[in-house]
């Protein structure tokens, strides 16, 4: 397992276009987190996986943003109707059921809304 | 308002210098990490600190966590080119809620 994969590393839309990325965690991980990091900024919490199930929700995420994690394993963020303000890196982590282990995140999806 | 304010935003050095950086917040956490993020990178794990007053020594890196565990800071000692990047705190609020700083971008010049 070589860690956290994200995939696209880079996405260019045009705005009112829907997107979607992909997280694949560390396979012994249950727990996988969502992040959007702006220019200048520190990640800001999305959404958080337990599992399957999705166990929290940030208010930044607006009705055009959906985020599954069937089965548990890879996670999907989608992001509709794409607005120029959802330009950001968007980092997946993911961590043991302890969170003393810390997160691993991935590389990250640049999206540019154009 | 950032719940964790770091401090200083930037921080540009000559190799071989010591240095600080801060992580302050009126809000206690239960634990609290140091990552270090390069450019077009996420963030990598340096440290988790959890007892109020724990200090933790990795290498050259120095952690320590406040008293009230409010606040950290970070010492880096003879710090090399290497060390360049973007220094984030994150504070855990609950077991679900991690809250990063706004970073702390340091930069060592050879």
């Known amino acids: 397992d070589t860690g956290v994969s994200q995939d696209p590393r880079h996405k260019i839309t045009k705005r009112g276009q829907n997107v979607t990325f992909r997280c694949d965690p560390i396979?012994?991980?249950?727990?996988l987190y969502w992040y959007r990091q702006t220019l200048g900024q520190g990640p800001e919490f999305l959404t958080y996986?337990?599992?399957?199930?999705?166990?929290?929700k940030s208010r930044l995420l607006s009705d055009r943003f959906s985020a599954e994690r069937p089965k548990g394993s890879f996670s999907t963020l989608e992001i509709q109707r794409t607005e120029q303000g959802d330009s950001a890196m968007y980092l997946c982590?993911?961590?043991?059921?302890?969170?003393?282990?810390?997160?691993?995140f991935g590389s990250g999806t640049r999206l540019t809304v154009v | 308002t950032q719940l964790l304010e770091q401090s200083p935003q930037f921080l540009s050095i000559q190799e071989g210098e010591n240095l600080t950086v801060y992580c302050n917040s009126s809000?206690?956490?239960?634990?609290l990490q140091w990552y270090r993020q390069e450019p077009g990178e996420g963030p990598v794990l340096l440290v988790t600190?959890?007892?109020?007053?724990e200090v933790k020594k990795l290498k050259r890196l120095t952690f320590q966590f406040g008293d009230a565990r409010k606040d950290s800071s970070l010492h880096i000692t003879a710090a090399q080119p290497g060390d360049t990047g973007l220094y984030l705190c994150?504070?855990?609020?609950?077991?679900?809620?991690?809250?990063f700083g706004a970073g702390t971008r340091l930069t060592v010049k050879p």
């Open positions: 982590a993911s961590s043991p059921a302890r969170r003393l282990y810390g997160y691993t």
């Open positions: 396979s012994e991980h249950n727990r």
């Open positions: 996986f337990q599992n399957e199930a999705q166990l929290e």
């Open positions: 809000s206690v956490f239960s634990s």
């Open positions: 600190v959890v007892t109020g007053g």
């Open positions: 994150a504070g855990a609020l609950n077991n679900n809620d991690m809250r």
